[in-house]
């Protein structure tokens, strides 16, 4: 078998093209929908997230600013800004870049962020929210890409097995969260599994849909996946390739190469899931904007 590659580049583009004309609706009403990143010292990987964040916003419409704070900034000086921004009309949406300096516990950070405008989904309210079936919570990013993405494929999720592979706050959890609701765009039978899971290649491969987000490259091989489902790549590790300038390349958690042969569709690395996290994103500022707007 031959997989379909579900492009998330393409899919991606099809959303921020279905933004822009909400946004320029919102605009002619008065609202500008408007994103904030607050980013602490100077970690390389977070100012490229930061960078690409607020190039996004200005491509498509969004109203941005990057708040850029010293690396021996305070937990108080950085709340400060929090309350600045919650109390900011033109900002409908902000978050703060992780990881912080060892000096600010980021779960005080997190608590802070009005949930109204935590469209990184990571404030307790919206992840009860999400849990809860709740549409006025924010879904984290990446797993609500995910979602996007099966359902823009076309794929059955509803009845469907969803196995995901990891737990962590970020992916693995919400993501069972969205497939399992009692709603479009879901009704999955989901199972998560772990380091601790007993016989994990007999689990993924009961999966109709299986989400592969540990963080292990290339951990998923073909006899781990049942013949014709769909594979959902959520890793993104760098391994060494001296053949290449970088002198390393990106893989997944997912062997693509054997894993295509099995499987009916699956997502690449790069150019899978990667390309939707800061889609949702801005799809999440506009819906706060919305909320906001009573629109
Ligand atoms: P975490 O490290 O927080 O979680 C990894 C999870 O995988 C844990 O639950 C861990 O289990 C589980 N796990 C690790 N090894 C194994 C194993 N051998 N068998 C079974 N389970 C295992 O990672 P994240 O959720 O933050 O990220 C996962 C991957 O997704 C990473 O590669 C990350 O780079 C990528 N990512 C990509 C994004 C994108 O935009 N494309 C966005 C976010 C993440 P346990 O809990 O028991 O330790």
Redesign the pocket.
Known sequence: MHAKIIDGKQIAEEMRADLSQEIEALRQSGVTPGLAVVLVGEDPASQVYVRMKGKACEKIGIYSETIKLPEETTEEGLLAEIDRLNNDEKIHGFLVQLPLPKQINSRNVLLAIMPEKDVDGFHPVNVGKIAAGDTTGFPP??PF?VQQMLIRSGVEISGAHAVI????N???KPMASLLVQKADGANATTTI?????KN?PEITRQGDILIA????PE?VKADMIKPGAVVID????RVDDPSTEKGYRLVG?VDFEKAKEVASAITPVPGG??P??ITMLLYNTVQAAKQWAGA
């Open positions: 990013a990446t890409g592979v990891g737990r962590s970020i992916v693995g599994c772990h380091s601790r899971t994990l987000a540990m963080g292990v951990f959520v890793g993104t590790n958690d899931v990667g939707m996290t």
